[in-house]
């Protein structure tokens, strides 16, 4: 993702919101747990401590704010129980916000909102993010964005997936029907948890850890840092995230639909659900087509969707752009693939 031109990051980033600032606290009934009972593994220092931030007028979604957390050095879950008739499944979200914040309501918990009335469990993760204004040359700032670049916010996604596997049966879960759902940059996240499952980036704590990480299925909505066209913009900009290596013989269609080398599908990969825009100007829509291409080349079961307008970090708000009915193609291919039933 391109965070300078992402509104929503700009925002939180450079002081546009309101002047409601607060610890993020979940709904009543609802506690945030750690996910590290100790010392973090990778902990980064960060500038202040961690608020959450409605923005003003400047970012609207559905004529509605949204609410940023950053920075995050305490990383927490919190879990959402089916209000309807339980169907074994769960979700552990992602938020997006550039690897910077973490838009914790209009990714977060409406996701939740949605989830748990149709009997799946979900399990929000507010995983690490610096919260520094990483793209301003005059300060240093702690390591961030997607991995290898940074392990944080992929040793947070490991451990929660393993944690909800490990108290499946405590939380009314099958151990069978665990998945990933994320935007943006939790899109991107979405794809890592999916082909960086096999072993742990840390050393482990517990008994979660003994458990697997590989989502049952997963979810990514507007995902980025997929193809090498987003990974040669990030290069462009003096980062180091992606190490390309392109044969000569490649075309131009081939770099901009070629998937970025740290995301290495398998026939291992779960099944995946992609949607995005063509005019999303934040992440390109040849994310999800770099990705949806590599998953059909490895025998991975994939649906895409692409809608002509749509734009970037709609969530599940409902606006007259028809892309935002995207939760009934969700809710259609989970029963696809059984993980929930008529």
Not at 5 to 17: E, H, R, S, T, Y
Not at 65 to 82: I, L, Q
Not at 102 to 127: F, H, M, Q, R, S
Not at 129 to 158: F, H, I, N, T
Request: charged letters at 20%; one cysteine or more; a negative charge.
């Amino acid at each position: 993702m391109k965070p300078l031109l992402f509104a929503f990051c700009v925002v939180f980033a450079f002081g546009g919101v309101s002047a409601r600032e607060a610890t993020w606290q979940p709904s009543p009934g609802h506690t945030q747990m750690p996910i590290w009972p100790g010392v973090v593994p990778d902990a980064q220092p960060v500038a202040g401590p961690e608020v959450a931030k409605t923005t003003g007028k400047e970012f609207l979604v559905a004529n509605r704010p949204a609410v940023g957390v950053s920075p995050v050095s305490r990383p927490t879950m919190t879990v959402y129980s089916p209000t309807g008739k339980n169907t074994g499944a769960a979700v552990v979200v992602f938020p997006g916000g550039g690897y910077e914040d973490l838009a914790i309501d209009l990714e977060g918990t409406e996701v939740c909102d949605w989830l748990t009335p149709k009997g799946i469990t979900c399990v929000l993760l507010k995983y690490r993010v610096p919260g520094e204004e990483r793209y301003r040359k005059s300060a240093p700032y702690p390591k961030s964005g997607p991995y290898p670049e940074s392990p944080m916010a992929l040793e947070d996604a490991q451990r929660t997936v393993g944690l909800v596997r490990f108290h499946a049966a405590e939380w009314h879960i099958d151990q069978h029907k665990i998945g990933v759902l994320g935007f943006s940059s939790g899109g991107h996240l979405v794809a890592a948890m999916s082909t960086h499952f096999e072993k742990r980036l840390y050393s482990a704590v517990d008994g979660a850890d003994k458990e697997s990480c590989r989502p049952d299925f997963a979810v990514a909505i507007y995902p980025g840092h997929l193809s090498l066209s987003a990974a040669e913009w990030d290069a462009d900009q003096g980062s180091k995230k992606f190490a390309i290596r392109k044969p000569a013989h490649e075309t131009a269609a081939d770099e901009e639909l070629g998937l970025n080398p740290d995301i290495p599908v398998t026939r291992q990969t779960p099944p995946t659900f992609l949607l995005q825009a063509e005019d999303d100007h934040v992440d390109n829509v040849n994310d999800s087509l770099a990705y949806y291409i590599a998953l059909k080349k490895a025998g991975v079961t994939v649906e895409m969707h692409l809608y002509a307008q749509g734009g970037h970090a709609f969530g599940l708000r409902r606006t007259k752009l028809p892309i935002t009915g995207w939760p009934q193609l969700a809710e259609t291919w989970l029963r696809t693939i059984g993980m929930i039933s008529e």
